[in-house]
């Protein structure tokens, strides 16, 4: 027995069972198997040992306990090159075994089709596992195979290399043995914790357009808003990103809000005494852009706010609830999608985008506008109503993508310049905007970042701008402060500068 | 033995084994252990059995072999309420074990502080996870604890309960059992993998904005821009992005292109015969947004083209490789990163990103724009020219931000309206934009949805638009089209949306 190598063959996959044993038999390997392998492995007209003769212990327990054995362990485990336990070895007078070829119990597929938690239970497989990691734990001598894929790999390997394999294979076949017990534990850690839902990715009907394939998956700490729908046609890729623009925006707020949502952009936000004013503020601040948008309130929908609702065309109402009678109201519209606000819809603190080559990982935006950030270069002195539009057009222009420019009259946007690559354009862009009947008001304004030069502070002032809410950090500075104290326009400089892509 | 109950206790982290030692001891739970952990329970004067006495088989290969014994396995797995397995159960004669404590040989820590490989394999504990595995797997009747931190809540429902378990904390136990042997397989499997790096994220200067912590994760199998650097600063979150907008946008383009982004957006793209040609055109297009802008080219930078970038500010230049005399021209310039293209960089088939409740996954948008897919409208003989601008502005326009109109003459952009809330503004800004002196010129538009009204195609019309290549899929399709015959704008109909956000 001492000269002979031995393979320890245990699968449940018996897939090409005859072809690895014969390819063993080819370089004189000897077979020990247990329970139903070894009587698959007779029935081909193959050698093979019982582990049971071998150890003298037989398979007990519906076959729980076959292989766990220390004389089994010992004989993968030892290292060869050490004299010591060469010794030990030779003492317990056992075979050589230098090849384990094991398959698990296949838990992931069971668990699948099977929801009896004791046949799942019995799925659990103990002895596999602990003989793949003791090979590869010993993969410096030993070959560790647990995929039927790899037989041939193998077999080639042994052919190349007069029957023996390469450290280098071995290596490898040991990293996937380890892969796989990782694999196989996760799923049963899922299991148990009832989180089978985490394989159930969400499939999406698209993604942002109908060429591209899409899906959702559920982080089960959190909540989504699909967990907050009541009502409505499926949420579409698109769909999880303007709610999610929206419910970032209205969070800046308290009183009764309004924020309505296009391409990811507020299109119009407005703050009032009732949620019913906010809503048709915000509304009239762009009602073009408003046409199939997304709607988020920060109060319940009333009867009169859904009849409201119902005169316009929109994607999605999110909203803290619905009274009944609201319900109703919108029950009408089968499409329309109504989400319930959820607090756990805010619980991510970090944001996590794929880019060319990897990942990236930042904290969300959470910083607060405070009013205490604000440093006031004028000279009157300023009144709340003011100092609430300056706070008012910042919070909102955290929120609109950048280069940034917010207009603001009373609580409510009244020009916002978007997304654009100039803070020019993006300037003359929320002028334009202004509705008719206001172009002759006088607004407050904010903007994401500094302004490069004074050519902005110009236009705004020409279209009736009395001060600006803006980040420092420009050369010129000095340059703008100035400029805006002799046109009489009041800055409210801020060191929080707000990029959003 | 029969009615007494045992404890397994097998650890390498000693903490507290006291305490939990006497709290099994006042609920009379017999102690077995094994090594060194037995060596530490007799020093505090406490009573256990050593396992290699009771399984009459002693401890061997330097501790590698202790507790993988059939007779231990089958005490911890025999299900305590099957007839024909208590049978089994008694006739081999063993203490009945059920609790197992098992803490796991450190192998995360140690391969962090340790270089040699051997070390690192002799941490790979092979029966401290096949105990916590069959502890857990026959939870229903085994307590399995697997870290110090939980000997007190042990403690406290042993106490509460009579000094039994509930079967509710013993699957909690079992399900962390098995999140703690997949973890640690975890760490083994990337180990082999060499795969050490994976935690190494790097550490970004900020997020969006400097209140953002923010790093980038790589994917060992693709390239990042990081690796193709070859001069300039810290490259930053938004270079990431800005970098993969316009690789993803130059990837459309095979003759000598050049492309400008700023805030993720084009706002410059020219093809031309020469990449010198091709840049200079692009950076006319918008002169003012270009400012502090990234440059892709699909050529190599020659000298000359390195002289005439050095003549303005850029953050990011990526070409096809810069020749030694560019290099030396524009190292002067020492915080402008400069990046080697490499294919690599475009490997990535799918996009991801966190929203609200968990990720987002689609594929990536690489349908390629094909003039076989445009249904042309209109009544005259489509010369080459006029159709190569409709497939440059329509190639452009899928990579600018949605809503979108990009007007183009003669393959150089010179109005993109981006981002925008509504189609109108979109058509509006993009005709603000174009410059002065093309002001009456001849162009075609591309437009990345349906127009919903004929508004827009009249105000393209009066600024001497020529053809459009739009989405069909209005319900007002057929006004629009009538419209544009009426008033001789061409229409290129596609079956293809491309929103992009």
Known sequence: MKNKRFA???????????????????????????????????????????????????????????????????????????????????EINFPKIDFVIVNLYPFKSIITKNKDEAECLDMIDIGGPTLLRAGAKNYKSITTICDTKDYKKFAQNLYLNNGKTTLNFRKKMAQK???????????????????????????????????????????????????????????GYNNFLDAEAGLNCINEFIEPTCVIIKHNNPCGVASSSSINLAFEKALNSDSESSFGGIVVLNRSVNAKLA?????????????????????????????????????????????????????????????????????????????????????????????????????????????????????????????????KKLKSSKFVCASDAF?????????LKKSNCKSIVVPFGSINDEKIINYAKKVKIDLYLTKYRFFKH
Request: net charge positive; proline share 2%; aromatic share 8%.
């Open 8 to 90: 320890l063959i245990s699968t449940y996959n018996k897939e090409n069972l005859k072809f690895i044993c014969k390819t063993l038999n080819k370089y004189k390997i000897e077979i020990i198997s247990t329970g139903s392998t070894a009587v698959e492995i007779k029935k081909n007209n193959i050698k093979c040992h019982l582990i049971s003769d071998i150890t003298r212990f037989k398979e007990i327990l519906d076959g729980r306990v076959k292989t766990l054995h220390p004389k089994i362990y010992a004989s993968i485990l030892y290292k060869r090159e050490e004299k010591k336990h060469l010794k030990t070895f030779n």
């Open 177 to 235: 043995s380890f892969s796989t017990t990782f694999d196989y534990d996760l799923s049963i850690s899922n299991w148990f914790k009832n989180k089978k839902k985490i394989d159930k990715r969400i499939k999406l009907k698209y993604g942002e357009n109908p060429n591209q394939k899409a899906l959702f998956v559920p982080n089960h700490k959190e909540k989504s808003i699909l967990e907050g729908k009541i009502q409505g046609k499926e949420i």
């Open 307 to 435: 009849k409201e609702i119902t005169k316009h065309f929109f994607e999605i109402i999110i909203a803290n609830n619905f009274y009944t009678k609201a319900l109703n109201e919108l029950s009408f519209k089968k499409k329309l999608i109504l989400i319930k606000y959820n607090t756990l819809f805010m619980k991510q603190k970090k944001e996590l985008r794929s880019t060319i080559g990897g990942i990236l990982i930042q904290k969300k935006n959470l910083l607060k506008v405070n009013k205490n950030d604000l440093n006031y270069i004028g000279n009157k002195k300023v009144g709340t109503k003011e100092l609430n539009d300056i706070i008012f057009a910042a919070k909102v222009c955290k929120h609109v993508k950048s280069n940034a420019i917010v207009l603001v009259k009373n609580k409510k946007t009244i020009g916002i310049g978007a997304g654009q690559m100039s803070r020019s354009d993006a300037t003359k862009l929320a002028i334009l905007k202004i509705p």
């Open 451 to 459: 302004f490069p030069f004074i050519d902005n502070i110009k236009r």
